[in-house]
Each structure stands twice: as structure tokens, then as C-alpha cells.
């Protein structure tokens, strides 16, 4: 049972944290034109190549360091989940660059693919920097032998979420504001890091 926990903690993060991110209104906009089967397989499959990269690739860093630098790791990670809830409560500044996720999301968009490479292309492109992506690195980092729970988890979320927005987009739209599922989702990541620190002192 030792895979639960890394699935339910990744599952957790990357589910409320997608819940009004730009990724998710983009495959809210997608379910109008497309089957949900089809966005859905694509959200699996774009999360996969983006969240699995950066689970791998934590996971395989950890091995380079001794036992006692694990510590350290450890500690990288509850920081990181403290900082992406605490840094989340910033107001937020409008950048001017115009050549930015945004627009290469749109580009996606507008080409002419099968929507599920679309999709898969969008979430990937979106992931890379976010605070999600940047979460499953650190707890492949934290969890490196629970590779296949972290991944799965962060599929399970993602698909989870955007089904959330595809089949129930108005209800959350009227019932759940913008500010709070974000102040909802930083106060997860608080909660995770505090819990994180707590389990080292134990």
C-alpha cells in the first residue's frame, strides 16, 4: 500500500490546481467542437509526455544523492509546496511579452490536427513551468521508486478535472468563482508542505 499515498497526493495537487487553469478553459472550449472521449483521451495523453517527463526526471535525480542529501530533497519539496501556495496569494501582474504560452496554445488551437493530438500538444506546451509541472518534479524527487503511482495520479487528476469542466462547465462557472477555486488550490499546496514537515518531525 505504499503507492497510495504518492498517487492521492499527486491525484490532489494536479486535480485543484487545473480547475480554472488556462489549460482547462482551453479544453473547456475544445468539448464545444469535439467528443469528450476524444479531449479526455488527449488531456491523458498530453499529461503523460508533460507531468511523466518531469516525474522521471525527479526521480532519476534523486539516485545521484546519498541518503543524507535526501533530507535536503525533502525539504526542497515542502518549501516549493509552501511557496507555490503562499506566492499563489500575490496578486498577479499582466506580462506584455507576446510571444508567450498563451499565444502558442492558441496556434495549437487553430491548426488543422485530429483534436486529441491537439489537446495532448496544448497540455504539454501549457504544463511546462506550471506550478503542477513543477510539483510532480518535486515529488519525484521526494518519491522515486513510486514512479508509476506519481504518473498516474497526475493522469487521474488531470482527466478528472478537464471532466469536470467539460460535463459540468456552467454549474462551475455560476457556483465557484475563479478566486476561490485558486485560493483553494493554494491552500492545498500549504497544507501538503505543512503535512511534509510534519512527517519529518514525527
Known sequence: MEWVYPFLITFTLVFFSELGDKTQLLVLSFSTKNKAKN?????AIGT???HGFAILFGS???????EHF?????LFTYISFLLFGLFGFLPKKKKGNSF???????????TKLNAIIIVALCIIVGELGDK???ASLSLGIQYPHSKIPLILGSIVGMVSSDCIAIFCGKFLGNHLKEQ????LSNIIFIVFGLLGFVSMII
Open 70 to 74: 535526501q533530507i535536503y530533497l525533502k
Open 132 to 134: 503542477t509541472f513543477l
Open 180 to 183: 476561490f477555486i485558486e485560493f
Open 100 to 110: 508567450n504560452q498563451s499565444n502558442v496554445l492558441k496556434k495549437f488551437s487553430n
Open 60 to 66: 532519476k535525480v534523486s539516485y545521484f544523492f546519498s
Open 48 to 50: 503523460f509526455f508533460s
Open 39 to 43: 479531449i479526455l483521451l488527449g488531456v
